[in-house]
């Protein structure tokens, strides 16, 4: 799952994303407001992380310009404005929930995931491919039984595909799902994180296979 975090202190912002990428999360990281509505309007995010005190364009503006593009995906905001009158303002201006800095990273976490079980109840199912067994409520891998030790961005890819259930996925997608807006990113860079799932399931039965024209999807092992 991939989530946006606007914030415009650089190394609380930094703190947050390497917190969130742990927690196997595609992060994409924006310093200010005018970043922040750009990368909303091209879409793709399953949740927002709101700093309010954004420079350029402040995150009540951002949050208004989201909140008529797009009225479902959920917003966290997050600021260090403890006032109930600006929790209320921040809950009537189309956020749906409100964190006060400093915080616990569990209670982020926590209301993360909570956010995302509102709006995607099917990723809190419990699915399967085979032996490949995936917990949507704590976004971990197990296979034949035995946890599966994935580094976030094989996380980010493995889930793509078995939310998919054997229908392929495209390449573009993929890539857009596992690096968001990194520039520096090269596309062929998904095609690594690939090969290193493919050797990690090696063996048990399920495969991720290339289907010519269409791209990546799950399969049984040849």
């Known amino acids: 799952m991939r989530l946006l975090v606007a914030e415009d202190n650089r190394e609380l912002g930094d703190w947050l994303a390497r917190l ?12 200010d407001g005018e970043e922040a509505d750009a990368a909303l309007a091209i879409g793709g995010h399953d949740l927002v992380v709101l700093d ?7 995150g009540w503006q951002v949050l208004r ?19 109930v009158t600006a929790r209320v303002r921040g809950l009537d201006a189309g956020a749906d929930d409100y964190l006060v800095k400093p915080f616990e990273p569990s209670e982020l976490f926590a209301r ?19 032996p490949l067994v995936y917990d949507g409520a704590s976004r971990a891998f197990t296979l034949a039984g035995a946890g599966l030790a ?8 493995l889930e793509a595909l078995i939310l998919r259930n054997g229908k392929p996925v495209r390449k573009e997608s993929l ?3 596992v690096f968001g807006h990194d520039e520096e ?38």
């Not at 969130?20 to 310093?31: F, G, H, K, Q």
């Not at 310009?65 to 006032?83: E, K, N, S």
């Not at 993360?112 to 085979?130: T, W, Y």
Request: proline share 5%.
């Open 52 to 58: 309010l005190d954004l420079p350029h364009l402040d």
């Open 175 to 177: 890539f857009d799902t």
């Open 185 to 222: 990113a090269n596309p062929s860079a998904i095609e690594i994180h690939v090969h290193r799932l493919r050797k990690k399931l090696e063996g048990s039965g399920v495969a991720v296979v290339t289907l010519r024209g269409l791209g990546y999807a799950l399969g049984r092992e040849a």
């Open 65 to 83: 310009r989201f909140r008529a593009r797009d009225t479902a995906t959920p917003v966290l905001i997050l600021t260090a404005d403890d006032a």
């Open 112 to 130: 993360i995931r909570a956010q995302l079980r509102r709006v995607r109840p099917n990723r809190a199912l419990e699915m399967s491919f085979g």
């Open 150 to 157: 994935l580094t976030p961005r094989e996380t980010a890819v």
């Open 20 to 31: 969130l990428r742990r927690e196997n999360y595609a992060v994409d990281l924006v310093e």
